[in-house]
């Protein structure tokens, strides 16, 4: 039997936590899946050492959008997939696993238009495998090249986001750094990328740049060992949040302006903050980046780091 799962979300925070889901489909039916997802989602990196995906089928600029829809439908045409699982309620997916001949196609309602990502995805999930699916994620890192003093507090700091009005202003974070290392004997790790270095460049420019460490020049696989090793995680919603609740380390994650119903309530492992006169209400319009408390964080940290 071949099995095709797709996710078509933009996100590594959408791939974390679908990923339960996509592994109960898989132990279902007793056979590794094929994946489809976008290249941002970073599914060929966060997936690499797990045994319940066989093959990632990249969505790039030429097979995805109505430009791409013959070309991606062959593409899973020649696989000859028995079992399609479609994580979203498009008609344009159902329609190229129709027209790539796969006779048992499972979707999520045509045309939803709300979708809580975790609780839509659980509820497909459990109805396909016919029992409850922990919402926990997990991901697998079989590198262990890393040794750590275990007398030092390693914190990773998600100082980066998606978009500006999801980022609680840098000098907040460089405020926080100067707190906690009067209290514990830490290391910090920035989690951006090449894309985040005026804001990693800010950080170090202010913080006097001792002991810390950035994921400026490492790819994301590169840095799974190293976020699994870290004590908590502190920073904006973004996919090192779902990444560090994946490895099992804690996550104190600030919802400035992105539902923290959606992608705050899935996991024992994170903590969540949200602005001032928000209780889990904020949306993809709060735009309260201004009104995080410092002290807030600043106490829920040291309270998550005992």
Not at 40 to 51: D, I, N, Q, V
Not at 189 to 215: H, Q, R, T
Not at 244 to 249: G, I, P, R, S, Y
């Amino acid at each position: 039997m071949k099995v095709l799962v797709i996710q078509q979300r933009y996100g590594i925070g959408d791939m974390v936590i679908l990923l339960p889901y996509i592994k109960a489909i898989s132990k279902k039916f007793g056979v590794p899946v094929s994946l489809l997802s976008k290249t941002s989602s970073k599914a060929s990196e966060l997936l690499s050492e797990e045994e319940f995906v066989n093959e990632i089928i990249i969505l790039n600029k030429n097979n995805d959008g109505m430009g791409g829809f013959f070309k991606l439908t062959n593409e899973i045409r020649k696989r000859k997939f028995d079992k399609v699982f479609i994580f979203n309620s498009s008609l344009r997916y159902s329609l190229i696993a129709r027209f790539s001949g796969i006779k048992n196609i499972f979707q999520y309602p045509l045309f939803r238009k709300k979708d809580n990502i975790f609780k839509s995805a659980k509820e497909f999930a459990e109805n396909i495998v016919g029992e409850k699916i922990s919402s926990e994620p997990m991901i697998n890192v079989k590198d262990n090249r890393f040794k750590f003093d275990k007398n030092i507090k390693r914190i990773c700091l998600g100082i980066s986001a998606s978009g500006p009005t999801k980022i609680w202003d840098v000098d907040n974070y460089v405020k926080l750094y100067n707190e906690l290392t009067k209290i514990y004997n830490c290391e910090f790790y920035l989690a951006g990328g090449s894309n985040d270095l005026d804001l990693i460049n800010k950080f170090k420019e202010k913080s006097g740049n001792k002991k810390l460490y950035s994921f400026e020049n490492l790819t994301i696989k590169e840095t799974l060992p190293i976020i699994k090793s870290c004590n908590l995680y502190i920073g904006n919603d973004t996919g090192w949040a779902h990444i560090a609740v994946a490895l099992k380390v804690k996550s104190l994650t600030l919802f400035v302006d992105s539902p923290v119903l959606a992608y705050g309530r899935y996991s024992s492992k994170m903590t969540t903050i949200e602005p001032r006169g928000e209780k889990n209400s904020t949306t993809h319009d709060t735009l309260g980046k201004d009104k995080i408390s410092f002290d807030e964080v600043f106490m829920t940290a040291k309270k998550l780091l005992l």
